[in-house]
């Protein structure tokens, strides 16, 4: 009786680790929103570098920042959650999403209104 009571504690104890092929699958999920910010960024930062007056140093600096910080919190966020579980670590996933949308508003916000300054 003792040996079934420690087979069951020791079951207990130990943490069940995620599947791998869910883990992926969040990842892809968020991967695909996180690679549509960067989409976004890239195209907005050609279309302000390819009109008529182009970029500055400043202007290339600003817009190029949203291009790499989704990929960033993508990576912090991914080593963050993986080892985590599936819920955890899609509210990580999420966390960081919106981490990029608020970035992504500011730069839009600053490009609206001090759009001027960012042109060369």
Do not use: K
Request: proline share 5%.
């Amino acid at each position: 009786m003792s040996e079934t009571t420690q087979d069951a504690a020791a079951s207990h104890s130990a943490p069940r680790r995620p599947r791998t092929w869910a883990i992926v699958a969040i990842s892809v999920f968020y991967g695909l929103l996180y690679a549509y910010a960067v989409w976004n960024a890239v195209a907005f930062l050609v279309m302000q570098a390819g009109g008529p007056l182009g970029l500055n140093a400043y202007g290339w600096f600003v817009l190029l920042l949203p291009v790499f910080f989704p990929v960033l919190a993508f990576a912090v966020a991914f080593r963050l959650g993986y080892r985590r579980g599936y819920w955890p670590l899609a509210l990580v996933y999420l966390v960081g999403l919106a981490l990029v949308a608020v970035f992504w508003l500011n730069i839009v916000a600053y490009a609206a209104a001090y759009g001027a300054s960012l042109l060369g």
